[in-house]
């Protein structure tokens, strides 16, 4: 009877040995799972971060962009202010408190005009005042520039040549603390003697 036992015995751990009967996954495939998973999240979220970068880049030069077309199209609709140096502008130095000419119960020179336009689109319409800010103020939508300037320079007024320079700051990626200067020139002959 004992041999009738130790039969017994024995076939039972041979069959809990086998794991014939068990179903599912060790604690450590689950663990290595979710290792792996962790670290793809990981992988997934920075490559998010790389394409909010691109993306805040892209905005920036579209907002440095829209400044530069704003003014140029103030610029034609004004020509003899262009002639006449009225447009030259530096925003770091550009006094916002200025007093907006009205031009809408009388007729402005063309010199008011070209000052209407500079407050327009350094100061913004409505903004409080301030100095060296350059906004974008397009149809109730105002775009700010990250330490924007604006500079616009006569290349040869006479002829209608000026010179527009956008610039902005953005943050390195990874070194948040590092500002990189950016900028935007562009040339072009606003009027025709």
Sequence with gaps: MKSNQNNNLSGNRLAMKSGANQYGYSLIEVM????????SILGIASLQMIGMKGTQQSMMKQQAMSVVHNMIERMRVNQAGVIAGDYVLDSSTFD???TLPNCTTSDCSSSEIALLDQLNIVCGYGS???????KVTNVKDNAILVEG?????????????VALSVGWVEREFGKEEVNVPQSLTLNTRIAAP
């Design 32 to 39: 290595i799972a979710a290792f792996l998973l962790s670290f």
């Design 96 to 98: 916002c408190t200025q």
């Design 128 to 134: 409080s005042p301030s100095t060296g800010a350059v």
């Design 149 to 161: 300037t604006l500079q616009v320079t006569c290349v040869d007024c006479s002829k209608g040549d």
